[in-house]
């Protein structure tokens, strides 16, 4: 089957998923993030009217804006490529590796139901497995970088939550000196037996602890504690993935799975009327590109899935890379092997972003090819309206000055007789 254009499938995903009529059963959080999805990069959000800035041409157009959010299929390219230019002061010349942490299917029902106790924990079990091995002077006797992702789909969309974690081979020590990696062959970072058995026990030991805690939601706690028990008897897998070849490969890396929604509009290759096709990855048939066909409503169910809780942090930094005091911790590490000062984090601006993903300039004016196209002014959707951003933050500065706020006065009251 061959792929609709790719513009095609974006307007259609809009039309036909975010926007049907199944939403309206989600719940209120969901539907609001549909709607978004729905009217991104039309006047449902916004618009920029561009001006050319040279005398002699003038000409002017529109720029819809985009919604911005971090599950939209269509968004976030720019945003990851930020979040990418500032992890490469980070990189150290170390070898990395991949774990990925995952649960039982048994549980992951429990997860859907408690996503944002469960999801959590899922990082803080996967980042306890890493920091408890590597102080283990056997195995490096410090403390290593953590970048942690969360997803929580599988290729078919189903939901299957799981953490990829990139662990630097070396790390700090509580001096704060570099402890140079032990493996000398490289080939993996911790035995696998003895992560799969430190990350169970500390799961499921929390997780008793939070069900004690009533912090779990479940219909029938007595079931869900015989579960937990067969589960202590059974293998959690780990994956343990091949080193990284070098700062490149993990690069790379993060670039596919930082930023990633839950499907990208390049794997569907058709929307018609009642269904959606899409391509995916079948690991359980030596991972065989196939594809699959489901109904509108069956897509948006599953899409909706994997929304994230509201403000819930999905791409977290442990050990050294711990955000507090993190930058004092890299150009310590830097002096101490006497290398080059880490690179200065710069905000990359829109234009100089697509120039270097694409090649072109988008500042140029499309008409006589020689002016750039500047801002004249913006339009956000106000409660069913393009209003000019200037007027409305002159009217919500007018709002915040008015001695009627906060209780700091009270209007003058009026009556008649």
Same mark, same amino acid.
């Given at each position: ?10 307007? /259609? ?33 916004? #618009? ?68 944002? #106790? ?59 000196? &570099?402890?140079?990696?032990?493996? @000398? ?50 293998? &959690? ?22 930023h990633k929604t839950a499907i990208t509009a390049h ?45 819930? #942090? ?31 984090? #710069? ?29 004249? @002014?913006?339009? /956000?959707?106000?409660n069913g309206t393009l209003v000019n951003i200037n ?17 700091? @006065? ?8």
């Open positions: 089957m061959e792929q609709q254009p790719i513009n095609e499938i974006r307007q /259609l995903l809009q039309q036909k998923i975010f926007g049907n009529r199944c939403v309206d059963t989600f719940n209120p959080y969901s539907r609001a993030i549909f709607n978004r999805l729905r009217i991104c990069h039309t006047a449902g959000i916004g #618009v920029h009217h561009l001006k050319c800035n040279k005398a002699d041409c003038s000409h002017e157009q529109y720029q819809y804006h985009s919604c911005g959010d971090r599950h939209c299929p269509n968004c976030g390219g720019l945003k990851k490529e930020q979040w990418l230019q500032d992890r490469m002061s980070e990189l150290l010349p170390t070898t990395y590796y991949h774990l990925v942490f995952t649960l039982p299917q048994e549980l992951r029902s429990l997860v859907m139901g408690n996503r944002a #106790v469960l999801f959590n924990l899922l990082f803080d079990a996967g980042h306890h497995t890493i920091n408890t091995l590597s102080a283990d002077k056997k195995w490096l006797g410090a403390k290593p970088g953590i970048v942690s992702i969360l997803h929580t789909n599988g290729q078919d969309l189903s939901f299957h939550p799981h953490i990829h974690c990139i662990v630097s081979g070396g790390g700090i020590n509580v001096d704060g000196c &570099w402890v140079k990696e032990k493996r @000398a062959n490289g080939n993996y970072l911790f035995p696998k037996p003895k992560m799969e058995k430190e990350y169970k026990l500390y799961f499921l030991k929390k997780l008793h602890s939070l069900l004690d805690q009533q912090k779990i939601t479940t219909p029938d706690t007595s079931a869900l504690k015989i579960t937990i028990e067969k589960l202590s008897e059974i293998r &959690w897998n780990v994956h343990a993935n091949a080193p990284f070849g070098g700062p490149a490969q993990i690069l790379e890396y993060l670039g596919r799975y930082t794997r569907i290759k058709e929307i018609n009327g009642t269904s959606i096709t899409f391509t995916y990855k079948d690991y359980a048939d030596d991972n065989k590109q196939k594809q699959m066909t489901l109904s509108h409503e069956e897509f948006a169910r599953r899409f909706e899935q994997h929304i994230l809780p509201k403000r819930f #942090v999905k791409i977290r930094h442990g050990g050294y890379l711990a955000h507090n005091g993190k930058n004092k911790r890299i150009a310590a590490i830097h002096e101490q092997l006497s290398l080059p000062k880490p690179m200065p984090k #710069v905000i990359i601006p829109f234009s100089l972003q697509m120039l270097q993903r694409t090649g072109k300039d988008y500042s140029l004016c499309p008409s006589c090819k020689a002016g750039k196209m500047e801002i004249i @002014a913006s339009y /956000l959707n106000h007027e409305l933050n002159r009217q919500r500065t007018k709002n915040k000055a008015s001695p009627y706020r906060h209780g700091r @006065a009270s209007p003058p009251i009026t009556t008649t007789r």
